[in-house]
């Protein structure tokens, strides 16, 4: 069975930094593409990242670029978004999703972490 | 970058309704469009990829049409589980997949 696990998140400081992790199991993590999606409060699905099976391939939402980093360790079956220079706008539920690389839709999806930007 | 706009924005139905979702994209995505189902709480779902698509597991109550900019998710008898929020996603451009801002479905 497909399992995605996000960790990490919590209540941060705006400037703060925070990493997320998303424990995947249950499928060949290194055969796939992953991606971050986040869901404000009350909000719609909101892309923020892309990282290829390989690491060879990152792409960022300009709302998170410079900011925000995506990596993975595919011998440890993670991968991860390192956030920093957070705002109040970055609080959201964050989800990692696998992809489906024949058609680049979003097969698989954690339950969500929790980020909270506030002072 | 590419905009999705799904209408309506909410809709109220009843328990037996065909009810039809709408999705525009700002350019031609050919076939590059997703659905997805979210509950209050809940991650969200895959439907139907690739426009038309039933992923697996999903009931055939489900579909989904269109191509180029216009694209339609018709549940064909609505059931009391399918009440929730409707996505689409754009996943023509990988440098930036966008999705709609969502479309509330609840019982009238």
């Known amino acids: 069975e497909v399992q995605l696990v996000e960790s990490g998140g919590g209540l941060v400081q705006p400037g703060g930094s925070l990493r997320l992790s998303c424990a995947a199991s249950?499928?060949?993590?290194?055969?796939?593409?992953m991606n971050w999606v986040r869901q404000a409060p009350g909000k719609g699905l909101e892309w923020v990242s892309y990282?290829?099976?390989?690491?060879?391939?990152?792409y960022y939402a300009d709302s998170v670029k410079g900011r925000f980093t995506i990596s993975r360790d595919n011998a440890k079956n993670s991968l991860y978004l390192q956030m920093n220079s957070l705002r109040d706008e970055d609080t959201a539920v964050y989800y990692c999703?696998?992809?489906?690389?024949?058609?680049?839709?979003?097969?698989?999806w954690g339950q969500g972490t929790l980020v909270t930007v506030s002072s | 970058d590419i905009q999705m706009t799904q209408s309506p924005s909410s809709l109220s139905a009843s328990v037996g309704d065909r009810v039809t979702i709408t999705c525009r994209a700002s350019?031609?995505?050919?076939?590059?469009l997703n659905w997805y189902q979210q509950k209050p709480g809940k991650a969200p779902k895959l439907l139907i990829y690739?426009?038309?698509s039933l992923q697996s597991g999903v009931p055939s109550r489900f579909s989904g049409s269109g191509s180029g900019t216009d694209f339609t998710l018709t549940i064909s008898s609505l059931q009391p589980e399918d009440f929730a929020t409707y996505y689409c996603?754009?996943?023509?451009?990988?440098?930036?997949?966008?999705f709609g801002q969502g479309t509330k479905l609840e019982i009238k």
């Open positions: 350019q031609s995505i050919s076939s590059y």
């Open positions: 999703a696998r992809e489906e690389g024949g058609g680049s839709y979003f097969d698989y």
């Open positions: 690739a426009a038309s």
């Open positions: 996603q754009q996943s023509y451009s990988t440098r930036m997949y966008t």
């Open positions: 990282i290829s099976s390989s690491s060879s391939t990152i």
């Open positions: 249950g499928f060949t993590f290194s055969s796939y593409s």
